[in-house]
């Protein structure tokens, strides 16, 4: 249950605090201090710092440019940066390193490795996920998003929605429909995309906080060679949860540590605002805390099996439902201790778009306002809280499963 941190483990901890001390400017206090311009700014040169060092993409292999880092190394690593308030790579880097990069390692062909890799690390290629649709979501295998096979090109049209800082890549890995005829989860072959083409338009969507970290991107006759399939043609769909698994261990360690540091920063307010003594405000400070600690043991079960090799399962929604529904709820414990303040912004909004603000956000109504706007999107983003239940019921708990649909998206356009 708790993950085994033994001396090597924690000399190498004290090695990426003297990293921090040494390469952070002085006074920092947390990239949630800054305004957006600013985080950018210093997101990407930080990057560079990280790339100067070999602790960008530390967890790939040194022939691929990373530093070998072992799996509690890079959880230690996460660890660190998380309490220092850094990020651990540039802006679209959870999709380039942590998503499709391991993906290549793990599926992709040495010439693909030999592509694409350097120029990840480089920042040459700077990727986004293409994989939700309008009319799959989280039922993803629902996708209708067409490839054909063209000469020595694919051909690619169709939709795809809700994707991250699909603004600023220049390339997309994108779960297409090659055989209509087959399965619901067969049938899907893994592309990589160059989205620099006339087919390819990206439109951003305006959130509810007024920002536009999501897009829609519409993909019309777009190509791509054909040497770019990642895995199997028509075995894209092991490829895409894969792709999804390598999130979990770095997430169940950052995760709580998020938390913990939001919750101290809304008791803080709540002794700011004169409402510590209140009954109510204490009884749901407390309700806030025993949650946080339950978190913790949930991400300790999760990064125990990650540390011990074992693959993301059907119980990982536990801890997606559980932080998701959290933050709602104590987002909006923050709106009432700010009262009627929470109708006036004052300060910036968050520097980020998901989850918490970061370390060092003041504790002003534009943060707090921000993060509960931003809350909301937790319940729906990476999987709703809808279907996380549904997977609990069916896939852990062994509940009969809802009736399946035998028609949709994916059944567009297929013969029979």
């Known amino acids: 249950m708790r993950p085994t941190y033994d001396e090597a483990a924690e000399s190498f901890r004290e090695k990426i605090q003297a990293f921090l001390a040494e390469h952070l400017p002085s006074g920092w206090t947390g990239i949630g201090a800054l305004d957006r311009d600013a985080a950018s700014a210093f997101t ?15 967890s790939w292999p040194t022939e691929y440019g990373g530093a070998g880092l072992t799996p509690l190394e890079s959880v230690i690593m996460a660890e660190e940066f998380e309490k220092a308030g850094v990020p651990t790579g540039g802006s679209n880097d959870v999709f380039s390193i942590q998503m499709v990069g391991n993906t290549i390692i793990q599926w992709g062909t040495e010439e693909q490795k030999q592509h694409f890799l350097p120029r990840i690390i480089s920042g ?3 990727w986004c996920q293409g994989y939700s649709e309008p009319n799959a979501g989280s039922d993803l295998a ?5 490839a054909q096979l063209d000469g020595d090109e694919w051909v690619i049209n169709g939709q795809k929605i809700w994707t991250s800082a699909g603004h600023l890549a220049n390339w997309i890995f994108v779960l297409t429909r ?3 005829e087959a399965p619901k989860h067969r049938g899907i072959t893994f592309l990589l995309c160059p989205m ?3 087919g390819v338009e990206v ?6 906080n007024g920002e536009s970290d999501f897009n829609e991107i519409f993909l019309t006759d777009a190509r791509t060679p054909k040497e770019h399939v990642v895995g199997e043609i ?14 979990r261990g770095e997430s169940a360690a950052t995760t709580p540590v998020q938390y913990r540091g939001e919750l101290d920063r809304l008791v803080e307010l709540a002794r700011e605002r004169g409402k510590s003594d209140d009954p109510s405000i204490r009884q749901r400070l407390m309700w806030c805390y025993s949650k946080v600690e339950i978190m913790r043991y949930l991400g300790m079960r999760t990064l125990t099996k990650f540390l011990a090799g074992e693959q993301p399962g059907p119980d990982a929604s536990t801890f997606k439902l559980f932080w998701s529904e959290y933050h709602k709820a104590s987002t909006e414990l923050a709106i ?5 303040d929470a109708m006036h912004i004052v300060g910036k909004l968050p520097s980020s778009a998901f989850a918490t603000d970061g370390p060092g956000a003041p504790n002003d109504s534009g943060s707090w306002v921000g993060t509960f706007m931003t809350a909301r999107a937790g319940t729906i983003y990476a999987g709703t809280s809808q279907v996380q239940r549904n997977i609990i019921g069916e896939m852990v708990l062994g509940l009969p499963k809802e009736p399946r649909s035998t028609s949709g998206s994916w059944k567009e356009g297929a013969t029979s």
């Open 336 to 340: 009432d201790i700010l009262g009627p």
């Open 178 to 180: 090659t055989e209509p």
């Open 196 to 198: 620099e083409q006339a």
């Open 142 to 146: 629902n996708l209708g998003c067409r």
């Open 44 to 58: 990407a040169g930080w990057r560079e710092v990280l790339r100067d060092n070999q602790l960008l993409a530390a």
């Open 234 to 247: 028509n075995g894209g769909w092991a490829v895409a949860m894969t792709l999804l698994g390598y999130e």
């Open 203 to 208: 439109r951003p969507i305006t959130m509810l």
């Open 124 to 126: 040459q290629d700077v």
